[in-house]
């Protein structure tokens, strides 16, 4: 993925959060699966749940043995979701009124490897 595609990507989402708000809880995230590089707007129920599924996926892989083992720890690991609250990607344009921050979501694609 392009680095200009990722960013247009979570621009898209926070505008679809913008646009839609009241169909997200208090705590609104874009979910990041970093070794796909793929991206949705999600709840902040839904970050919880996808931290204890990751956590409870490594757990499950420790408990095998072997390099065949390793190797899936380490890929759960990088498939491991990252989360950023869109709230934070918020940029104000009027008292009520606001547009995707790029200059943040550039910062986020800051943290991924881009083709």
């Known amino acids: 993925m392009k680095r200009e595609v990722f960013i247009k990507a979570v621009a898209d989402l926070v505008q ?6 009241d169909r997200f809880d ?6 990041v699966n970093p070794e796909l590089l793929y991206v949705e707007a999600v709840d902040g129920s839904a970050m919880l749940e996808g931290i ?4 409870e996926a490594i757990e499950d892989a ?7 083992t390793m190797s899936a720890t380490d890929y759960q690991a ?3 979701p990252d989360f950023y609250p869109i709230k934070e990607l918020l940029k104000p344009t009027g008292e009520r ?3 995707p921050d790029v200059k943040a979501i550039e910062k986020i694609a800051d943290n991924y490897i881009f083709e």
């Open 78 to 80: 990088k498939e491991n």
């Open 16 to 21: 679809e959060y913008i646009d839609n708000f």
């Open 97 to 99: 009124t606001s547009v």
């Open 52 to 55: 204890g599924d990751s956590e």
């Open 62 to 68: 420790a408990y095998a043995h072997g390099d065949e």
């Open 26 to 31: 208090s705590n609104p995230q874009i979910r």
